[in-house]
Every structure is written in structure tokens, then in C-alpha cells.
């Protein structure tokens, strides 16, 4: 079956003002999320969360390696081909909401479907009123931005991106202004729709409990991708011994990094 995201040696550098030599942000990154999978990405501020976002949706090129999504590889392809693609595939869930405080709630949520054409505006609102239902937000489908909390803002911000039913989801702190409650609903529904008809779910956050949540969590640190191994060692060794074991042992703490999470080399 075609993986629903495919990387391969993906590799990104910056050049930094005064230094000679480039920064590698994204250091030959290989990840591979089937269909109807979900993973989880933590990593210390800096280590390249967001630029691997950014490639991920489309939004930068490496300058290495290759980027697959659904079967089709993007790196290559002409800048409004993938402008496309991103429209058609991902549905972002960023930190900047970039919400319009002007307008209602269900214009907000309705914008993305402007581009697309070919719908009444009745029936892009009965789309944008049925997604933000499912954020909890049926009640408030007239109100302004302005007039919603930042957790009711990040729901229209997750209706918007669910609306045009995207296969990928990337999704950068989603529940971060939300309270407990709603932010395992939100996140309820961005799970289930990843498990629908081989989506997929591509989570950064700095919540662990959150991250325990999705089928697969990796670590980035310093631009390298570091699969969890804990989870396989959690299945032979027990938890009060886990500290223990020569294995985990040697793979020593990172600074930073909850210890249920420390992780191997292996990539
Ligand atoms: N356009 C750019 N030009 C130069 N350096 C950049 C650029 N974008 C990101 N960087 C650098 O790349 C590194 C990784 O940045 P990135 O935003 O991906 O980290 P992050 O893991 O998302 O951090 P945080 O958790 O703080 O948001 C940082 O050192 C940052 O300064």
C-alpha cells in the first residue's frame, strides 16, 4: 500500500547572516506514515520542528532528498503544482491562527472553500456551520473573532482546516489554548479523521501525554530524527526496571527531554 507520507534523506540549510558556513536545520530526515497513521514529532525549541513542518506542507523545498505524500513525489514539481497539492492535501493546524477579526466565525471557516469554486455560497456556509459543530463551535457560528476566546479561536482555526477534508494533517501545538477537556475532543477529532480512509496525522507538540497519543512518537533533536524505542522497550522490559537496563542506559538522557521519552539512534 502506498505510504500516505514518504521522506527520504531530506536535508535544509540556512545561511546565517556573519557565518561561512550554513546551518543544517533538517539533517537526512527518512520517515515513512502509512495511511491512517498518526505520528507524533517533540524536540527542544530549535531543533527544526517547524521547518520540517514547512516541508512537509509544502511551504519550503529542501535542498536535499525527497518528499512523497499520497504516492507522488513534490520536491520537483513546479511551485503552483504544489501550491495545488498543498490546497487539495494539507490541512494546517498552525500556532499563528491567522484568523480575520473582522469576520464571522463561519466566513473563516468557509475561506478555503472560496478557491475551490463551483459551490453555492449557501452551501459553502452549511459546510462551514457543519465543521464548526463538530469543534463544538454550533453555537457560535455569527460570532466575530474578536468576540471568541483564544480556545474558541483555535477551533475555528481547526474547523478551517478540516473543511476541505484534507488527506494530511499537520498540526503544530493544536490544543494549546485549549483546557483539558476540549483539548481531547479537538483532539478526538483530528485522530479520527486521520484513521478515515488512509489520512494522516502529523502532530508537533511539546505535550507528552498528548504525543503518547499517536501511533508513532519520533524526537528531533538538532535536525536528526530519532525513532522512539522506549515504546518497544516498554513491551519487554517493565517500567520500574526500564531506568534500569544496560540499553537505555547507554542511550543516556537528553537534557530537556521527558525520561519516558528517551530515545535511540536509530532512524
Ligand atoms: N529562514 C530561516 N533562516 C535562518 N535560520 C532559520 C530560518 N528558519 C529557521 N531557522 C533556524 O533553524 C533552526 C530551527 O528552527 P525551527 O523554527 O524549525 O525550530 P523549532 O523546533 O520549530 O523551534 P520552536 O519549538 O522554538 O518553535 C533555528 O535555529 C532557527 O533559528
Same mark, same amino acid.
Given at each position: 500500500?502506498?505510504?500516505?507520507?514518504?521522506?527520504?534523506?531530506?536535508?535544509?540549510?540556512?545561511?546565517?547572516?556573519?557565518?561561512?558556513?550554513?546551518?543544517?536545520?533538517?539533517?537526512?530526515?527518512?520517515?515513512?506514515?502509512?495511511?491512517?497513521?498518526s505520528?507524533a514529532?517533540v %524536540?527542544? =525549541?530549535?531543533?527544526?520542528?517547524?521547518?520540517?513542518?514547512?516541508?512537509?506542507? +509544502?511551504?519550503?523545498? #529542501?535542498? *536535499? %532528498?525527497?518528499?512523497?505524500?499520497?504516492? $507522488?513525489?513534490?520536491?520537483?514539481? #513546479?511551485?503552483?503544482?504544489?501550491?495545488?497539492?498543498?490546497?487539495?492535501?494539507?490541512?494546517?493546524v498552525?500556532q499563528?491562527l491567522? +484568523?480575520?477579526?473582522? $469576520?464571522?466565525? $463561519?466566513?473563516?471557516?468557509?475561506?478555503?472553500?472560496?478557491?475551490?469554486?463551483?459551490? =453555492?455560497?449557501? !452551501?459553502?456556509?452549511?459546510?462551514?456551520?457543519?465543521?464548526?459543530?463538530r469543534v463544538g463551535l454550533? *453555537?457560535?457560528?455569527? =460570532?466575530?473573532?474578536?468576540?471568541l476566546s483564544g480556545g474558541e479561536q483555535q477551533r475555528v482555526a481547526i474547523?478551517?482546516?478540516?473543511? $476541505?477534508?484534507?488527506?494530511?494533517?499537520?498540526a503544530d501545538e493544536p490544543t494549546g489554548a485549549l483546557d483539558p477537556v476540549t483539548a481531547a475532543q479537538v483532539m478526538d477529532l483530528l485522530f479520527a479523521?486521520?484513521?478515515?480512509?488512509?489520512?494522516?496525522l502529523?502532530l508537533v507538540t511539546h505535550d507528552h501525554h498528548l504525543a503518547r497519543r499517536a501511533?508513532?512518537l519520533?524526537?528531533?533533536?538538532?535536525? !536528526?530524527?530519532?525513532?522512539?524505542?522506549?515504546?518497544?522497550?516498554?513491551?519487554?522490559? #517493565?517500567?520500574?526496571?526500564?531506568?534500569?537496563? %544496560?540499553?537505555?542506559?547507554?542511550?543516556? #538522557?537528553?537534557?530537556?527531554?521527558d525520561?519516558d521519552f528517551?530515545? %535511540?539512534?536509530?532512524?
Amino acid at each position: 500500500m502506498t505510504a500516505a507520507v514518504e521522506l527520504a534523506g531530506v536535508t535544509k540549510r540556512f545561511k546565517l547572516r556573519g557565518r561561512k558556513d550554513p546551518l543544517t536545520v533538517l539533517d537526512d530526515i527518512s520517515l515513512t506514515v502509512p495511511g491512517g497513521g498518526s505520528i507524533a514529532i517533540v %524536540g527542544l =525549541s530549535g531543533a527544526g520542528k517547524s521547518t520540517l513542518l514547512n516541508a512537509l506542507g +509544502l511551504l519550503e523545498r #529542501p535542498d *536535499e %532528498g525527497t518528499i512523497s505524500l499520497f504516492g $507522488r513525489e513534490t520536491t520537483t514539481l #513546479p511551485e503552483r503544482e504544489r501550491a495545488w497539492l498543498r490546497g487539495k492535501t494539507i490541512g494546517f493546524v498552525f500556532q499563528q491562527l491567522n +484568523l480575520l477579526s473582522g $469576520r464571522s466565525a $463561519r466566513q473563516q471557516v468557509a475561506v478555503p472553500l472560496l478557491y475551490e469554486g463551483g459551490r =453555492s455560497l449557501r !452551501r459553502r456556509y452549511r459546510l462551514a456551520d457543519e465543521a464548526l459543530r463538530r469543534v463544538g463551535l454550533g *453555537e457560535r457560528l455569527h =460570532s466575530k473573532v474578536s468576540e471568541l476566546s483564544g480556545g474558541e479561536q483555535q477551533r475555528v482555526a481547526i474547523a478551517r482546516a478540516l473543511i $476541505r477534508d484534507p488527506r494530511l494533517i499537520l498540526a503544530d501545538e493544536p490544543t494549546g489554548a485549549l483546557d483539558p477537556v476540549t483539548a481531547a475532543q479537538v483532539m478526538d477529532l483530528l485522530f479520527a479523521t486521520a484513521r478515515e480512509d488512509g489520512r494522516a496525522l502529523i502532530l508537533v507538540t511539546h505535550d507528552h501525554h498528548l504525543a503518547r497519543r499517536a501511533d508513532r512518537l519520533y524526537t528531533l533533536d538538532a535536525g !536528526r530524527l530519532y525513532a522512539d524505542q522506549v515504546r518497544t522497550e516498554q513491551e519487554i522490559i #517493565p517500567l520500574d526496571q526500564r531506568l534500569y537496563t %544496560g540499553t537505555l542506559r547507554e542511550l543516556g #538522557p537528553r537534557a530537556g527531554v521527558d525520561r519516558d521519552f528517551r530515545h %535511540g539512534g536509530g532512524r
